[in-house]
T-cell receptor
Framework: ETGVTQTPRHLVMGMTNKKSLKCEQHLGHNAMYWYKQSAKKPLELMFVYSLEERVENNSVPSRFSPECPNSSHLFLHLHTLQPEDSALYLC??????????????FGSGTQLSVL | AQRVTQPEKLLSVFKGAPVELKCNYSYSGSPELFWYVQYSRQRLQLLLRHISRESIKGFTADLNKGETSFHLKKPFAQEEDSAMYYCALSLLPYSGAGSYQLTFGKGTKLSVIP
């Protein structure tokens, strides 16, 4: 598949589990993002990796831990989540340029349910 | 801090009727504005950006700095336009720090009635 691929598509986990979400982009972009999409809130940026720099949203709890081993892969490690963390987690990528923002390409998302 | 407001959670129009999806923003500097769309069972994707001044699928949006608005318009709605629409803002001038963030509105669900 071309573009941005996320696995798994669906994940159900208990509050004591450890799981990881995976994202892979095949677009040659230099920036990758994790967004959280909840039913009653706007899309929330969680983390950005861009030009090997991580920009972190200060409001993200430590139970979410990102990892970006290279420019094509992005992980979100999950540990001791809460039921309110249930949401759609979207990965995106873009080509960051100094001249301005470039459009984001989104994956299909991982629908996470925390029991 | 910047904020994007989409006042309508749901907008229903008849096929062939004009459509206007409202978006207002608050930001003290010069923003770049986008509209993203999510059709049923498809991923979120860019529809258009103000800097390109383009028309995509018959939609246009003009940045009005005086009213801090970026409303999305289409003169004649089609059934295939039914989707979730998100207005988003990024900051200019570009920080140059290698990072770039989009602030999204809550979205408006457009339903086109046949």
């Amino acid at each position: 598949e071309t573009g941005v691929t996320q696995t798994p598509r669906h994940l159900v986990m208990g509050m004591t589990n450890k799981k990881s979400l995976k994202c892979e982009q095949h677009l040659g972009h230099n920036a990758m993002y994790w967004y959280k999409q909840s039913a009653k809130k706007p899309l929330e940026l969680m983390f950005v990796y861009s030009l090997e720099e991580r920009v972190e949203n200060n409001s993200v709890p430590s139970r979410f831990s990102p990892e970006c081993p290279n420019s094509s892969h992005l992980f979100l490690h999950l540990h001791t989540l809460q039921p309110e963390d249930s949401a759609l987690y979207l990965c995106a990528s873009s080509q960051v340029r100094e001249t301005g923002g470039e459009k984001l390409f989104f994956g299909s998302g991982t629908q996470l349910s925390v029991l | 801090a910047q904020r994007v407001t989409q006042p309508e959670k749901l907008l229903s129009v008849f096929k062939g009727a004009p459509v206007e999806l409202k978006c207002n923003y608050s930001y003290s500097g010069s923003p770049e504005l986008f509209w993203y769309v999510q059709y049923s069972r498809q991923r979120l994707q860019l529809l258009l950006r103000h800097i390109s001044r383009e028309s995509i699928k018959g939609f246009t949006a003009d940045l009005n700095k005086g009213e801090t608005s970026f409303h999305l318009k289409k003169p004649f709605a089609q059934e295939e336009d039914s989707a979730m629409y998100y207005c988003a803002l990024s900051l200019l001038p570009y920080s140059g720090a290698g990072s770039y963030q989009l602030t999204f509105g809550k979205g408006t669900k457009l339903s086109v009635i046949p």
